[in-house]
């Protein structure tokens, strides 16, 4: 008989169901919509995704439920590629450009989620919480220094002159966005600090939706 792990997540309405042997991952997360085409757009949208294997948007509970190999592809990845054709949920939210084109249709939905606190489990799954891995950046060109900071500026610069229109994020242990502020190159980029508490606190550098770099900083 396969082992089975089941984690629940309080408060966020997040499930996750684990077929350890089978290395598949069952999830709920909350999803924006509104109507029958919102559902076929949704499951669309995660159908094409590699490692997919079963997704459903309920129309009535707002709740999409998935089922994915966890060896194919990651949940936030998932959840962007949602979010990506204009439906907000738990952990991401729609670009405009992308809310845009639901506006003035029957998919048009009131946008209610907060995101000013990420929900329990987000950077934890994201690998970017207390164990974050620096050699498992996407972009090995970024860098941030220091990361013991003492006169409260944070270096952030890149030689990859493709990078454009950033937004660096700094998270506190709680969870919560402790500094947020967008770039639009990292060639020479600083950020200011020093008007947050002293402590321990989780960089990430953003290329639209997509996580490209992360470092853990201690502010002292």
């Known amino acids: 008989m396969k082992k089975k792990l089941l984690i629940l997540i309080i408060p966020a309405l997040f499930l996750i169901s684990m077929d350890i042997v089978a290395k598949d991952f069952s999830v709920q997360f909350l999803t924006s919509g509104n109507c029958s085409m919102c559902e076929i757009r949704i499951e669309e949208a995660v159908k094409k995704l590699p490692g997919i294997k079963y997704i459903h948007w309920d129309f009535n509970t707002k709740i999409a439920t998935v089922k994915y190999d966890i060896s194919k592809i990651k949940l936030y990845a998932i959840m962007t590629q949602i979010a990506d054709t204009g439906h907000d949920n738990e952990w991401v939210q729609a670009p405009i450009y992308a809310y845009q084109r639901l506006v003035g249709s029957c998919c048009e939905y009131p946008r209610t989620m907060d995101y000013s606190k990420v929900k329990p489990g987000y950077l934890s799954l ?26 409260g500026v944070i270096n952030i610069t890149s030689q990859n002159t493709v990078i454009r229109d950033v937004n660096v994020l700094l998270y506190s242990l709680d969870g919560s966005v402790a500094l947020s502020k967008p770039f639009s190159n990292l060639s020479d980029a600083k950020l200011d600090v020093s008007s947050l508490p002293k402590g321990c606190y989780i960089a990430l550098v953003k290329e639209k939706q997509r996580i490209i770099y992360k470092a853990k900083l201690l502010l002292l």
């Open 126 to 151: 994201m690998d970017v919480w207390l164990d974050v891995d620096e050699s498992r950046n996407i972009d090995e060109s970024i860098s941030i220094s220091p990361t013991s900071i003492i006169n």
